[in-house]
């Protein structure tokens, strides 16, 4: 944890270490970001207009003693954003069968869970996350700063258990059970069927669903709102993708082309046909 006076984010310039550049590794392209590669102990990203914003949350994590996350170093000459290098395995899409562990599960949500707790009372102030063209529904307060995009390929994991976050591009404004189903969306998986993983195909998404919420702690109107949440999220998350994609193009384009939008009305309609028994398995 480091508390010493900071050089501003934006001011940062990142010094090699001699010999750094010897060892470069390119690393997995994600659904957006490409060109990211590794360098020695560094992780080296195309700045983006939310790095500043991300650079200085970062720099909150780290002061609260939060280890599951990368520290902003600088830019480098070429003007990258340069971070520490997180060490551990991370899966791949589709995610191998060693992420169908449920120790993993659980200790992905104990994680996000220390997260939220080391991010409570930041307050972007020199640097404000880019406001987002479609916004969650205003009457649920987003007060928390939360990373929003915990996929499994995103976690490290080191000796099967999850151990720190990356890629925090989408990082901003919500509430810790937008983000903490929003994790679980993508872990337990939540989704329609006919959309499931190759080798996925037998998981029970209520049973691994119950793990989730016991280890993040989710309280009983948590568990009762969790159908509502991820209906409306769905509705938000088809919005924002399809906007992405006309607006930016790019990974979002190709993931709409793909057929993104369809997963998610999919996964939409199946919470809607079990919300029943999905609150049934978080609170019997």
Not at 37 to 48: A, D, L, N, Y
Not at 49 to 56: D, T
Not at 212 to 238: C, K, M, Q, T
Not at 256 to 283: F, S
Request: aromatic share 8%; with cysteine.
């Amino acid at each position: 944890m480091s508390t010493a006076r900071r050089v501003p984010v934006a001011s940062r310039v990142y010094t090699p270490a001699p010999g750094e550049a010897s060892d470069v590794e390119l690393m997995p392209a994600g659904d957006v970001t490409d060109g990211v590669v590794r360098v020695g102990g560094t992780i080296r990203r195309p700045h983006q207009p939310q790095s500043l914003a991300v650079a200085g949350y970062l720099d909150w994590l780290d002061d609260a003693g939060f280890e599951g996350s990368p520290r902003f170093l600088g830019r480098d000459t070429q003007g990258r954003d340069v971070l520490t290098f997180v060490p551990g395995d991370c899966a791949g899409s589709p995610p191998e069968p060693w992420v169908q562990s449920e120790d993993l599960l659980a200790s992905v949500a104990r994680l996000v869970r220390r997260l939220h707790t080391a991010s409570a009372g930041f307050v972007p102030r020199a640097h404000a996350f880019p406001p987002r063209p479609v916004r969650p529904n205003p009457t649920d307060a987003a007060g928390l700063i939360c990373h929003l995009d915990v996929t499994p390929q995103n976690v490290v994991v080191r000796d099967g258990v999850a151990a720190g976050l990356v890629d925090f591009d989408l990082a901003g404004p919500a509430t810790a059970l937008h983000d903490s189903l929003n994790t679980a969306m993508h872990w337990v998986p939540l989704r329609d069927p006919s959309d499931a993983w190759p080798g996925w195909e037998d998981q029970n998404p209520f049973h691994r669903l119950r793990v989730f919420a016991d280890a993040y702690g989710w309280s009983d109107d948590e568990r009762r709102r969790v159908p509502g949440a991820g209906i409306d999220a769905a509705a938000l998350g088809y919005e924002r993708m399809r906007h992405n994609a006309a607006a930016l193009g790019g990974g979002w384009a190709r993931m709409w082309q793909d057929g993104v939008g369809g997963q998610i009305n999919r996964r939409r309609a199946w919470l809607e046909a079990n919300a029943k028994p999905l609150v049934a398995a978080l609170t019997a």
